[in-house]
């Protein structure tokens, strides 16, 4: 076809100058000789159109022969569609493998961030003062425990006994209704025998790729020290005040002893020696009592430990009532004892820091008093001690006029105080909470009554019980 296109533009060209001439003349009639020219000339184009026809229908049925080869061979069609079905899906797969491939890398390099995040985290506990210890709560296994751990309790691997018994006093330290994260205190005494006094929180962590509990905890052994040693000087402030009271009451006993000697030696002389040995049970009796006096305030002035054992609280209450009797006889304060606890029944403790308690808010209520007099409080203190469920419940009930109303929401916060410098120092009673919150009991402060009302309940200890190891 391309041949025949300059044959084609050479007659286009003849018939546009035709109509040019015609145009430029439209009114004169074209003479026959210029139309049989132009009819000559033109004679050949026929010719060529007929071949240019021919040729188009020529190609036309190849085009239809090929089309109908086409349709006789089937296989073309699915061998066609399984190449492009193979090309896509080498593409497809080759695309994918790139995609996975970055999919990889990024995992691969998360995977390393993570480690990195992870050996960063272990340095940062390894290097923590804290004591961080990790463990599995089902067979109380140690995992992990950082320097630190290791150091205060055990060097040995963590599966010693030191450890179980540390996992131990840990989890006695949390009641069963406690959650997760909450705050864990507790003393743990070493091999060495030494006691610590540890403070923090436990939380459930994934650790290894499983579900532990952590131990968070700082060594608060010089804190609990320091307040040991306010204790110890509280204690020993009590018994300096109470000085003059106790030689009065050792006096007692000395002075029934001097009269009984005159008496076995008048009765030695008069040869009546059968009444001697009445004399003699009767001066050996007296030095007994002097000898409890004696005791009394031993075991009162002796340092505490915060170490938890069984104790009966009917004879701490008992004992820290004898220690202020003479003060109350001599301050004209009655008191009223309603003791309704079996002497068998224990709770876990420091037996004279809990009688130091008493001791306290005995003394409170007296200084109350002794505040009062001239507004005609009556000189009257209850103790009252029950049973109630799992609990022992202690009541200080006086009538004193009251706690101050400014203060009562603040009387257990250290430092609080109504009394002048020389006379209080505002620590007993947060000192006080600080004992029975170690004991896991709870001590609240009202007015009642016309007067204070202490109320302190303590958990009940059984022999069976979680706190005898702690209490090793
Ligand atoms: P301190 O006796 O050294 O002041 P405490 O912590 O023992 O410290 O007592 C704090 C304050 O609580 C006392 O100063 C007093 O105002 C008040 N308080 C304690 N017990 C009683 C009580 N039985 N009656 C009235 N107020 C009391």
Redesign the pocket.
């Known amino acids: 076809m391309p041949a025949h296109i300059p044959t084609i533009k050479r007659y286009e060209a003849i018939i546009d100058d035709f109509l040019a001439e015609v145009d430029l003349q439209p009114d004169v009639i074209v003479p026959a000789p210029r139309l049989n020219k132009l009819h000559d000339e033109l004679q050949p184009l026929n010719r060529t159109l007929q071949k240019i026809l021919q040729t188009s229908v020529a190609y036309n049925e190849n085009i239809y022969k090929r089309e109908q080869e086409l349709a006789k061979s089937p296989a073309f069609i699915p061998l066609a569609l399984m190449f492009f079905s193979v090309t896509s899906l080498v593409v497809f797969v080759l695309m994918q493998a790139m995609r996975d491939r970055q999919r990889l890398l990024a995992v691969e390099h998360a995977q390393a961030e993570a480690t990195h995040m992870q050996e960063n985290l272990r340095a940062l506990i390894r290097a923590m003062p804290a004591l961080v210890v990790v463990f599995d709560s089902l067979n109380n296994v140690v995992s992990f425990a950082n320097p630190q751990a290791q150091t205060l309790i055990d060097t040995a691997p963590p599966t010693s006994r030191e450890w179980r018994r540390f996992l131990k006093a840990a989890q006695d330290s949390l009641s069963a209704d406690q959650a997760e994260g909450v705050l864990v205190s507790f003393s743990f005494q070493r091999a060495n025998g030494s006691i610590l006094a540890l403070r923090g929180r436990r939380q459930r962590v994934m650790w290894e790729g499983r579900q532990q509990c952590m131990l968070a905890l700082a060594d608060t052994t010089q804190i609990r020290d320091a307040e040991l040693q306010i204790m110890q000087t509280a204690k020993l402030a009590t018994l300096g005040e109470m000085a003059s009271a106790i030689a009065h009451e050792i006096n007692q006993p000395l002075t029934v002893i001097r009269m009984a000697a005159a008496n076995a030696q008048r009765l030695l002389a008069n040869g009546n020696t059968a009444s001697l040995e009445a004399k003699l049970e009767r001066i050996n009796a007296q030095i007994e009592r002097a000898r409890r006096i004696t005791d009394q305030v031993r075991r009162y002035g002796r340092t505490p430990t915060l170490t938890s054992e069984p104790f009966s609280p009917r004879r701490a209450i008992d004992l820290a009532i004898s220690f202020v009797a003479e003060q109350y006889g001599m301050s004209g304060i009655r008191l009223v004892i309603d003791l309704d606890l079996p002497l068998e029944l224990q709770v876990a403790g420091e037996q004279t820091l809990f009688e130091q308690v008493i001791v306290?808010?005995l003394i409170?209520?007296r200084?109350?008093f002794e505040e009062n007099r001239s507004k005609g409080a009556h000189p009257i203190v209850q103790v009252q001690a029950r049973v109630e469920g799992e609990q022992v419940s202690v009541r200080i009930q006086?009538q004193?006029?009251?706690?101050?109303q400014d203060?009562l929401d603040v009387?257990f916060e250290p430092f609080?105080?109504?009394?002048s410098e020389s006379?209080?120092?505002?620590?007993?009673?947060?000192l006080s909470r600080k004992i029975i919150r170690s004991m896991k009991g709870e001590i609240t402060a009202s007015n009642s009554a016309g007067?204070?009302l202490?109320a302190i309940t303590l958990p009940q200890y059984h022999r069976d019980g979680e706190m005898s190891e702690a209490a090793q």
């Open positions: 306290n808010l409170n209520a200084d109350a006086d004193a006029g009251g706690i101050r203060i009387v609080t105080t109504t009394k006379q209080g120092t505002g620590l007993g009673l947060s007067g204070a202490f």
